[in-house]
């Protein structure tokens, strides 16, 4: 059974933890070391764990997670790849995964096979960056009758009222983008910690911040006036260069600087 990223984030919360969610691209660069990356990472600290599907058109995303699902799609990966080698970590390692993915390839699934699969496989959270809040009864409906997590976004910028409507029955943790861009591109947002408060003023579920979290010292800031982090291009490009240990270095880093959450604004 699926570790529940809701019951997670609400127990991190309430015992006044900071979370670490670490992003890897489904099966990069291989089954084999996808596995890899998630034990170094569970063994250095992290909560949970996104896991991105890999898509031919990923519009949320940097050069670097593009990069990474490019390579992954020219491998063979499919879909059904995903949930089996995430069924797999699931059951190895008991911590709660998301996945990341679009649209299409739940469209086309169709929605509630899709978020079945997902919950067979051991995700407890679904993440659809381009399916906005006002087109997604649908997808919520299958989600809740997969009993999954569909997790809320907020984007930069976002005034109050968007805010309150985007995290209104929002379930596991609402994820706060804090660039205006896409993943592992530009500067925090000065107005990420003033969104992040809004957001906790309008909901008792947790909120992660996410994008542009590609140091040790981003995530200690972000952790400073949010309930937890989300971090993906940085340990890509860290693989590239130091393979599975800096990945797992870096992992300890952003451990460290999150549990101290540095007391200095975005």
């Given amino acids: 059974m699926a570790v529940s990223i809701h019951e997670r984030a609400v127990r991190l919360k309430k015992e006044r933890r900071k979370a670490l969610v670490p992003y890897f691209m489904g099966l990069w660069p291989s089954a084999a070391v996808f596995q890899e990356l998630v034990a170094a990472t569970c063994d250095s600290g992290a909560d949970a764990i996104e896991v991105g599907m890999p898509f031919s058109d990923p519009v949320a995303d940097g050069k670097e997670i593009q990069s990474a699902g490019r390579e992954a799609l020219e491998a063979g ?34 929605l509630d096979r899709f978020c079945m699969a997902a919950a067979e496989s051991g995700f407890s959270g679904l993440i659809v960056p381009d399916v906005p809040l006002e087109e997604s009864d649908g997808l919520c409906a299958a989600a809740a009758l997969a009993k999954i997590s569909l997790i809320r976004m907020i984007a930069a910028g976002s005034d109050e009222a968007r805010i309150a409507r985007v995290v209104f029955g929002a379930e596991g943790f609402v994820y706060l983008v804090s660039v205006k861009g896409v993943t592992g591109s530009g500067m925090v947002e000065p107005s990420a910690g003033r969104e992040a ?26 952790a400073a006036w949010s309930d937890g982090v989300i971090a993906g291009s940085a340990f890509i490009s860290e693989y590239r260069a130091a393979g599975v240990a800096g990945v797992a270095r870096l992992v300890r880093g952003m451990r460290d600087a999150v549990d101290r959450g540095l007391n200095c604004k975005p």
């Fill in 77 to 110: 990966t499919t879909p059904l790849d995903v949930f089996r080698e995430s069924g797999r970590i699931a059951n190895r390692f008991g911590i709660p995964l998301m996945l990341m993915t679009y649209a299409n390839p739940v469209y086309r699934m169709g």
């Fill in 197 to 222: 408060r809004i957001a906790m003023s309008h909901t008792g579920t947790p909120v992660y911040s996410g994008f542009g979290i590609s140091t040790p010292e981003r995530a200690g800031r972000a």
